[in-house]
Nanobody, 127 residues
Framework: QVALVESGGGLVQAGGSLRLSCAAS????????MGWFRQAPGKEREIVAH????????YYADSVKGRFTISRDNAKNTVYLQMNSLKPEDTAVYSC????????????????????WGKGTQVTVSS
């Protein structure tokens, strides 16, 4: 198991930027696929982006492609989500998740594949 703690959420105006961080502790971070998911009020949780254990592969939901960037620093046990050109519809609780796996899931990764979750951080984008 790995413990995950998110930070960096907040209130921002439309068009602004935020950088989320997720710090991991426990088992070997570089063995884990890392993902960012979000859940808006009244909506199902959806994947935002994920990154392979090595960092060589990334996947983005169509809704954030070109605006968000996921990255990881295995030396710091941290995964990041740089969010630019934010829109009101990006408002949600953003959660970091991990799965110990060397395989690449691509567009097939879902929340039920992940077995370690952070508590989440609120991102609110005002219009």
């Amino acid at each position: 198991q790995v413990a995950l703690v998110e930070s960096g959420g907040g209130l921002v105006q439309a068009g602004g930027s935020l950088r989320l961080s997720c710090a991991a502790s426990g088992h070997t971070f570089s063995n884990y696929i890392m993902g960012w998911f979000r859940q808006a009020p009244g909506k199902e949780r959806e994947i935002v982006a994920h990154i392979s254990s090595s960092g060589a592969n990334t996947y983005y939901a169509d809704s954030v492609k070109g605006r968000f960037t996921i990255s990881r620093d295995n030396a710091k046990n941290t995964v990041y989500l740089q969010m630019n050109s934010l829109k009101p519809e990006d408002t949600a609780v953003y959660s970091c998740a991990a799965r110990e796996d060397a395989r690449w899931f691509g567009p097939l990764l879902r929340d039920y594949h992940m077995n370690n979750w952070g508590k989440g951080t609120q991102v609110t984008v005002s219009s």
